[in-house]
């Protein structure tokens, strides 16, 4: 009682220098609330159809995760679906994540009251810490912290957010309904599964516009968190032959310093939406080789479909499991009974993958065939009788395309994009007014792949490694800007994670070839935080940041409602 009666002491005090109701801690802990909110609801949603449908049943965290990300398609579905019919608004903004939360909270409770009896284990292994696990653990929070300054600011949000995914979630929201647009504009016929989402934030009943945004920004945060988790069970499984166990691996993400600059960092685009998807996408396809069964293809496929309804970008990531599937299919055939039973073994399983990568991108190509006549309008025109359309237009030319694909011969462009494997991180793919020709994206993937050769066993790693490679030779062909590898970025942190884990374990001089590395790159991109390069506040977002935060000292209160956020 005396306690509380200071901080009542303390609070009158002090709320006459700064009102309470004005201090921005509201603001954030409104987001974070809203945020939370949406996670659990996915959560719920994606835990009721894993763990109805999967068996075995995955690790704890793996299935945590798989049902995270099952149920952020579900979460986008129902925003799309519900708007179809007008049915978006405040209403929906609370009865549709406390109806997830009401289908799958009960069964997720019971889940995770299972593993309390091991926090004692936990806790005695968590008191014989590694000193290199601490370190990565401190670099891994400074790079978080890092990136949530940035997030603070609606200033933060990228050219790209303003134009069309935060411009997409404000229509939805103001007209509530998912609508097409007569004058077919081409920026609302990509895939937007990132503007559903915000679509839901901006939905918030009285929330202005910083709120709104901030809360979008949340959202993708803590996508990113999961992200981060993710790449952790990754480098769990790459590193698990070798007996080896790496702590805080996920850190592993800020040793590729262009997530902290613009535009690849977070800045409420679809690019970390999409990366959110690359952890659970390996470790589905690296069960369904083993079992090959239907449920975990259909699961697979659910994931593609999320992916590519999130950016055409996700064929750098959907691609290499779709080759394995076909691959696994004609192995099965050859291997197996030649009858129809013995085929339908081996296919059934791409078959229920392309199915259901085709069912749940109907939000996708069947809209924009229903409403513009073209399923993936406008690159389909001369296909299909895209409507409206002005002729002499020139998406190719609109989009840049020749600035971001090799040009010249088919040899020429196959060498080149072959040689891009190797020197993508040496050379800056980005537009000439950002950071100029500085590469920034990081180098410690390319860099580990020869100690590949002290890695024993090294087939899981091997094979992570060889998807990533193809997946920048995908990038590089099909648009090769920097911000576009953040897609793979989880692949090659678990891959120079699982790498430098094992051959730290190898002796001294493993440890010093691996401590010399990552210690030239975190130097190299020690200053990539403080480029001034955002292009739509010309400053660092950080430092937008810090006068917001000196509002509340300023009394500038109307500064908190402007902060460079038109679009």
């Known amino acids: 009682m005396i306690a509380l009666a200071g901080v009542a002491v303390f609070l009158f005090q002090m709320d006459r220098h700064y009102a309470i109701e004005r201090w921005l801690f509201w603001l954030y802990a409104k987001a974070w609330a809203c945020a939370l909110f949406f996670a659990a609801a996915c959560l719920c949603a994606g835990d009721l159809v894993v763990g109805r449908v999967l068996r075995p049943h995955p690790p704890l965290r793996e299935r945590l995760l798989l049902s995270l990300s099952v149920g952020v398609l579900v979460f986008s579905l129902g925003v799309f679906v519900v708007g179809l019919f007008h049915g978006l608004g405040a209403v929906f903004f609370y009865a549709w994540p406390l109806g997830l939360i009401a289908a799958g909270?009960?069964?997720?409770?019971?889940?995770?009251?299972?593993?309390?009896?091991?926090?004692?284990?936990a806790r005695v292994a968590a008191m014989r810490p590694s000193w290199w696990g601490g370190v990565a653990l401190v670099f891994g929070l400074a790079g978080v912290a890092l990136l949530y300054i940035n997030i603070m600011t609606p200033a933060n949000v990228a050219y790209d957010a303003r134009w069309y995914h935060l411009a997409l979630a404000e229509h939805y929201a103001a007209a509530g309904a998912v609508t097409r647009f007569p004058e077919g504009w081409f920026c609302s016929t990509y895939p937007h599964l990132?503007?559903?989402?915000?679509?839901?934030a901006f939905l918030i009943p009285g929330g202005d516009l910083v709120s709104k945004i901030e809360i979008a920004a949340h959202i993708e945060f803590v996508l990113f968190l999961a992200t981060l988790a993710g790449v952790g069970l990754l480098v769990r499984w790459c590193t698990a032959c070798a007996n080896v166990r790496v702590r805080n691996a996920w850190a592993a993400m800020f040793l590729f310093p262009g997530i902290l600059l613009y535009d690849s960092t977070l800045s409420v685009a679809a690019d970390h939406v999409l990366a959110f998807f690359a952890p659970p996408l390996f470790l589905l396809l690296r069960r369904l080789w083993r079992d090959w069964q239907v449920i975990p293809a259909a699961l697979l496929g659910a994931l593609m479909a999320a992916a590519i309804m999130t950016k055409y970008q996700a064929v750098s990531l959907i691609l290499v499991p779709a080759a394995v599937i076909i691959i696994g299919a004609v192995r099965r055939s050859l291997a197996g009974r030649r009858d129809a039973a013995g085929l339908w073994?081996?296919?059934?399983?791409?078959?229920?993958v392309g199915l259901s990568a085709l069912v749940l991108t109907t939000p996708l190509w069947l809209k924009n065939w229903v409403w513009y006549g073209d399923p993936l309008y406008p690159m389909l025109r001369t296909i299909f009788p895209a409507h409206p359309w002005v002729p002499g237009t020139d998406p190719g030319k609109l989009l840049q395309i020749e600035n971001w694909t090799p040009q010249g011969t088919l040899p020429h462009r196959l060498r080149?994009?072959?040689?891009?494997?190797v020197t993508f991180s040496f050379v800056a793919h980005d537009w000439w007014n950002h950071h100029g020709t500085l590469p920034i994206f990081g180098s410690l993937f390319t860099l580990s792949l020869p100690l590949l050769l002290f890695v024993k066993p090294r087939r899981r790693v091997l094979g992570l490694a060889a998807a990533t490679m193809?997946?920048?030779?995908?990038?590089?062909?099909?648009?090769?800007?920097?911000?576009?590898?953040?897609?793979?970025?989880?692949?090659?942190a678990a891959v120079v994670a699982a790498v430098f884990a094992v051959v730290w374990h190898t002796g001294w001089a493993g440890r010093v070839a691996v401590a010399v590395l990552v210690l030239a790159q975190v130097v190299w991109g020690g200053d990539v935080y403080t480029i001034p390069t955002h292009s739509m506040i010309q400053t660092q977002p950080a430092r937008m940041t810090l006068d917001l935060l000196s509002s509340g000292y300023r009394k500038d209160w109307d500064s908190r409602k402007e902060s460079h956020i038109e679009y």
């Open 470 to 492: 193809i997946g920048v030779a995908i990038w590089y062909w099909t648009y090769h800007q920097d911000r576009y590898l953040q897609a793979l970025l989880p692949w090659m």
């Open 345 to 352: 073994a081996a296919w059934r399983v791409p078959l229920a």
């Open 194 to 200: 990132a503007s559903f989402l915000y679509t839901w």
């Open 416 to 421: 080149e994009t072959l040689l891009a494997t």
């Open 105 to 121: 909270g009960a069964p997720l409770v019971r889940l995770l009251r299972r593993p309390l009896g091991l926090l004692r284990h």
